[in-house]
């Protein structure tokens, strides 16, 4: 301690903050595996000692308390009474992976083969020599680290016990779709993914389920020339639940990334997204709707680098909160000098339907090229008095408009899902949440 | 059908009356006008009629058919078939015209007891109605009143009363902003309208609204009372004169 009294204020922070670390870590035993994904895990676990697990004092965490995230036991969660077969997507063809409380279930999943794609597990991958995804697994979430960081992104490439890893060689049309039962109220998950979209292909992922009492997944997505990834997720509905995911997603020349988030309950989330725009003429858009009324808090901190010229990128976030619920928004756009002809666009709002509410935005740009356009604004309001005597006026019951403007401030991100019956799955799901939550 | 007695209105927030006593009666199958200089309380009517927050009845009451308004709600008066053409339609991005309308015309139907129309009847419904009042088809794909034209916008409350079907109509200043072109359309349309059991009210600034559209009684209001009710010859009257002479002879501030 005596060592420790006689650090700067900032340097005995840190060493405070390694010493709690590595008393967390202290316990933890990596999954077995083969040799490449040991050496991963391993990596990612000295990465992690050295960055520091989070706390409330650190920049990107003061909106957000991780205690619940970081600390080794999850508090249970009750389940959700929900049949299985309600889930999202249902009437969606695809092919489906399904984890239940965080462990793959091959009777509920489709064969893992469609045409035009590989994937394996990554509890298969470890003994398996398979370039494509040695090369990125745990190597994005590195990359990632900087200059924020995401220690649970590297502690959950240290435990993360399944996943996939998706390598698209050509345009698939049917979506590979991620499903994440629960079964079990205290169990935790921790799933790792690779997807990798070779140049010219396409592939639609789907994740969907509240997964587990606490859930940690890291997605890191690696898009080659003219290649294209259409993802689009649904947290569940499981009020409990607490979540950390990180997507990490790097984009070749003329390469699209659509990402959209639906979160609509869930005691804690927090959804990143970091984003980079590597190759000309790229564009990359994330967006989110989330739901929340009463103990609901919900993050999505995103991070997108404009490092080559002529890429488009959108941020469009919506969060319809009452309640007490809050919700939390911290996006960047950086702008290197070299990306010129950069068109960078960011919107967060909420619509707070009561005064107990809150919304707590964090925009950011950093720009160093010269010729750019960048936008960006945050609001948060309650629903518009005038808009709403109009639909009365017209015999709408003061319910049913209020549900009909919380779905229209909604619109902007839906419009983010590029298909069609993809977005009608989702619209139905908001109109159910609206329609319960009167 | 639509019987206002005695009524007072004051703002909700500042303690100032806006009606002082409003005494008017619009029978089944009439047209009736108000006119009046601006500040005059005309619009502050029409919002009191339809149930706008805001404003306060110190006096007075409101019956259309026997219902007394001021107990309703916006929406339950228009259940019983009053609407209100506004004079600023709002604009809602985010809500596609086709569904709001569609739901207006199922929560009337369902407020009322009646079958609730599925998406292809009403389809076939408002596209006739939009041919009929000359209103392009694309209107209904967009937004509601997002990025339309003033007479766009007009004509949209037009087609929307068209397919609510109101017993009572109220049209606020509804030729503000258009030019003469745009409000022979609307007029046009109102007239479509005109039947032996709707009653119309007509406020308005200018008597050239009531060129196209042929009132039966016309009203002059001025500092929140009607001073002066005539034939369509008043409005003429006003048109030539301005509103000073009459104001002057009934001895009303304007």
């Known amino acids: ?438 | 059908m639509l019987e206002i007695k005695n009524l007072h209105v004051k703002l909700e927030e500042e303690d100032k009356a806006i009606l002082k006593g409003v005494d008017l009666t619009v029978e089944a199958g009439k047209v009736h006008a108000i006119m009046g200089p601006n500040g005059s309380g005309k619009s502050t009517l029409a919002y009191v009629l339809s149930g706008r927050d805001g404003y306060e009845v110190t006096e007075g009451s409101i019956m259309l058919e026997g219902h007394d308004l001021l107990d309703m709600e916006p929406e339950e008066r228009a259940a019983i078939g009053l609407f209100l053409a506004f004079q600023y339609p709002v604009e809602i991005p985010g809500v596609g015209n086709m569904t709001f309308m569609r739901t207006a015309v199922n929560a009337l139907r369902k407020a009322r007891g009646e079958e609730e129309m599925s998406s292809a009847e009403f389809l076939k419904a408002v596209r006739a109605k939009a041919k009929e009042l000359k209103i392009d088809a694309e209107m209904l794909k967009r937004p509601v009143n997002v990025g339309f034209s003033g007479g766009e916008k007009k004509r949209n409350e037009i087609l929307q009363m068209a397919m609510l079907e109101p017993k009572m109509c109220v049209l606020d200043e509804t030729d503000s902003g258009l030019d003469v072109d745009a409000m022979r359309l609307v007029a046009d349309g109102v007239n479509a309208l005109r039947d032996a059991g709707r009653g119309f009210l007509v406020i308005t600034h200018y008597q050239r609204l009531l060129d196209h559209i042929r009132p039966d009684v016309v009203h002059i209001m001025a500092d929140g009372r009607i001073v002066k009710t005539g034939g369509p010859e008043l409005a003429l009257e006003v048109e030539t004169n301005g509103y000073a002479d009459i104001l002057a002879e009934t001895g009303a501030a304007a």
């Open chain 1, 1 to 438: 301690m005596t060592a420790v009294a006689k650090l700067g204020p900032r340097a005995a922070r840190r060493a405070a903050k390694l010493e709690a670390t590595a008393s967390r870590l202290e316990a933890l035993t990596l999954p077995e595996s083969g040799e490449w994904l040991r050496r991963a895990r391993e990596t990612a676990l000295a990465r992690l000692r050295e960055i520091g697990l989070p706390d409330r004092r650190d920049e990107y965490w003061k909106f957000t308390d991780p205690a619940t995230l970081v600390r080794t036991d999850a508090p249970a969660a009750a389940l959700f009474e929900i049949t299985d077969e309600a889930m999202v997507f249902d009437a969606i063809d695809r092919l489906r992976v399904v984890f239940v409380d965080g462990v793959f279930d091959p009777d509920a999943s489709d064969e893992l083969e469609a045409e035009g794609l590989e994937i394996v597990r990554l509890a298969d991958a470890g003994g398996r020599d398979i370039h494509w995804a040695q090369e990125l697994f745990g190597a994005l979430e590195a990359e990632g680290q900087d200059p924020v960081t995401r220690p649970l992104a590297a502690l959950n490439t240290a435990v993360a016990t399944d996943g996939v890893l998706i390598r698209a060689t050509a345009r698939v049309a049917r979506p590979v779709s991620l499903i994440y039962r629960r079964r079990d109220p205290s169990a935790e998950l921790a799933l790792h993914h690779v997807v990798k979209v070779e140049p010219g292909a396409e592939l639609t992922l789907l994740e969907n389920g509240p997964g587990a009492a606490r859930v940690s997944t890291v997605t890191e997505m690696c898009i080659g020339d003219g290649g294209v990834l259409h993802h689009v997720r649904a947290q569940g509905r499981d009020h409990e639940r607490r979540a950390i995911t990180h997507l990490f997603a790097r984009l070749g020349e003329q390469s699209v990334l659509k990402s959209f988030t639906l979160s609509a309950n869930g005691a804690l989330t927090r959804n990143e997204s970091v984003v980079w725009l590597n190759g000309k003429g790229g564009s990359a858009h994330v967006a989110g709707a989330a739901m929340g009324d009463g103990a609901f808090h919900h993050d999505d901190t995103v991070f997108i680098t404009h490092a080559a010229p002529d890429c488009e990128s959108r941020q469009v976030f919506k969060k319809v909160l009452r309640h007490g619920a809050v919700g939390v928004f911290q996006g960047k756009i950086l702008v290197h000098q070299a990306a010129q002809l950069t068109d960078g666009y960011q919107i967060s709002q909420a619509l707070l339907l009561d005064e107990t509410s809150q919304f707590l935005a964090k925009p950011e740009l950093e720009i160093y090229a010269d010729d750019v356009k960048c936008s960006h604004g945050s609001t948060s309001g309650e629903i518009d008095a005038d808009q709403l005597f109009y639909l009365r006026a017209r015999g709408l019951p003061e319910e049913t408009a209020k549900g009909l403007l919380v779905l229209a401030f909604l619109a902007e991100a839906l419009d983010e899902i590029a298909r069609e019956d993809l977005a009608e799955e989702i619209r139905e799901k908001l109109r159910g949440w609206v329609s319960r939550h009167r």
